[in-house]
């Protein structure tokens, strides 16, 4: 999540077909008749709600964040802490632990028995129980511990935290990288220069400008060996071309990787890049991607073909309103589909004209709303998203077409603040703000052929489905 206000410009006019007719998006940033159809809450038939873990805890600071899923085990995380739910019944999932842990913002990931989990606010020590490192008020300020927490989660009811990594500017998310040839993971920490505090006892620093003249335009990549994942360590911090965003801020957001075709997927705050992961320690630029109609490149998904990638606008930082009637148009805070072999300039400047954009179709007034998190259905020679959209809550599209993504579904409840929203097997879990963890049903004909799979981080894609 970023708080930030850019001015987002029109793009070229254009025209779809929705279930509710067609809309024209008209590219002069003005609110035309018919656009959107408004909906405070609302919900289609094809969508159904069928089972929920409620928020446990009722801390002030408790937001829940991402999900990760292992066999029949759904791993959400919150501001606080995280949850391990058993979703074997998926109509009646089970809380196994709401484990209290200090930090933000907890981005999850899970491989086997280890819980990887991003800390991005600065601690007295990697422990659980630890207090922010820089009091209010504190001059000069105390950095402190940041980076990655690795938990074993073998016994699922009480799981030990085994390591921290520090990593500079902390984790504000992180990827999963497989690499079994080698006997480990990777993760691909990704962080950007918000506020700067020099080096701490732990050895991480953030600095938009490194003492060597470098601006912060890098990951941290953490090897992780699974025959001892208490000896984690950062091996490498591969630096991009970057241009420069707001207030100076530099670094990635989040990373998605499609092993099968070695290509990663790096939304860069203010660009998109492709990248050739071939190397998986080493990833390196091949494509940047320039859109002056979004305001902050959030996510990023590969269809499962390896052919279209999915760049999403968290437009005003997930805090402010981009859904309002007569006010925003339909490329601000929108997914933008881009076809992958087109892209292949490194350029500065150059854009490269998108397949087409979409954005939720239902006024919000003045709650957040932004398409979020997502990824796709794993179905051979289709083409389904799941998206989470704040205060607009979960839509489904079918983008087979990718010039002409088509809504099939969705589910908009009162009061919804949704971070997150994904398949996995058969089901749309979500991670609300307000809510907790809801599981949903699609009965629909777009999901028909969707692979069952063992575990899924969904940031992380392992094969290819023509």
């Known amino acids: 999540m970023l708080v930030a206000t850019v001015l987002a410009l029109a793009a070229p006019a254009s025209a779809h077909e929705s279930q509710s007719g067609t809309e024209w998006l008209l590219g002069d940033g003005a609110h035309h008749p018919g656009w959107y159809t408004p909906s405070p809450e609302s919900q289609t038939k094809n969508l159904k709600l069928i089972g929920s873990v409620p928020r446990t805890r009722a801390d002030s600071t408790y937001r829940n964040s991402d999900l990760a899923f292992w066999g029949d085990r759904v791993y959400a995380g919150h501001y606080d802490g995280f949850q391990i739910i058993d979703a074997s019944a998926p109509g009646n999932p089970k809380q196994l632990v709401d484990f209290a842990c200090a930090g933000s913002q907890h981005d999850v990931s899970v491989w086997r028995d280890l819980l990887f989990v991003s800390v991005e606010t600065p601690r007295t020590s990697p422990a659980c129980d630890s207090t922010v490192a820089t009091p209010p008020g504190t001059t000069p300020p105390r950095p402190g511990f940041e980076g990655m927490r690795i938990f074993d989660v073998s016994?699922?009811?009480?799981?030990?935290?085994?390591?921290?990594?520090?990593?500079?500017?902390?984790?504000?998310?992180?990827?999963?990288?497989?690499?079994?040839?080698?006997?480990?993971?990777?993760?691909?920490?990704?962080?950007?220069?918000?506020?700067?505090?020099?080096?701490?006892?732990?050895?991480?620093?953030?600095?938009?400008?490194?003492?060597s003249g470098e601006r912060h335009n890098k990951i941290s990549v953490v090897e992780v060996p699974l025959d001892d994942p208490a000896s984690a360590s950062v091996v490498s911090e591969p630096r991009f071309p970057q241009k420069q965003y707001a207030n100076g801020w530099n670094g990635c957001h989040d990373i998605s990787v499609f092993m099968a075709i070695q290509r990663a997927a790096s939304a860069c705050m203010g660009e998109g890049q492709i990248w050739d992961i071939s190397d998986k320690a080493h990833p390196r630029t091949i494509a940047r991607v320039h859109n002056p109609s979004v305001e902050f490149f959030h996510s990023a998904t590969f269809s499962w073909d390896g052919r279209t990638v999915v760049f999403g606008d968290e437009a005003g930082g997930g805090t402010q309103p981009r859904c309002r009637e007569g006010q925003d148009p339909d490329t601000l805070g929108a997914l933008w589909f881009y076809d992958v072999a087109s892209l292949d300039t490194i350029d500065e400047t150059s854009i490269e004209p998108p397949l087409s954009h979409w954005k939720v179709p239902r006024f919000q007034g003045i709650a957040n709303c932004t398409m979020h998190n997502f990824n796709t259905l794993p179905i051979p020679g289709r083409n389904v998203l799941v998206s989470s959209a704040y205060a607009a809550g979960t839509t489904v599209l079918d983008f087979t077409d990718p010039s002409n993504p088509v809504e099939v579904g969705h589910h908009d409840p009162h009061g919804a603040n949704t971070w997150s929203a994904y398949w996995y097997n058969g089901h749309v879990y979500t991670n609300d703000g307000g809510r907790g963890v809801d599981v949903m049903l699609l009965a629909d004909k777009a999901r028909a052929g969707a692979r069952k799979l063992p575990h899924s981080n969904p940031q992380t894609q392992d094969f290819v489905l023509r």
């Open 155 to 211: 016994n699922p009811r009480e799981p030990e935290l085994i390591a921290g990594v520090p990593t500079d500017c902390g984790s504000h998310t992180h990827t999963l990288v497989p690499d079994a040839e080698n006997g480990r993971v990777l993760l691909y920490v990704a962080s950007y220069t918000a506020s700067e505090l020099p080096e701490s006892e732990y050895g991480n620093a953030c600095l938009r400008v490194d003492t």
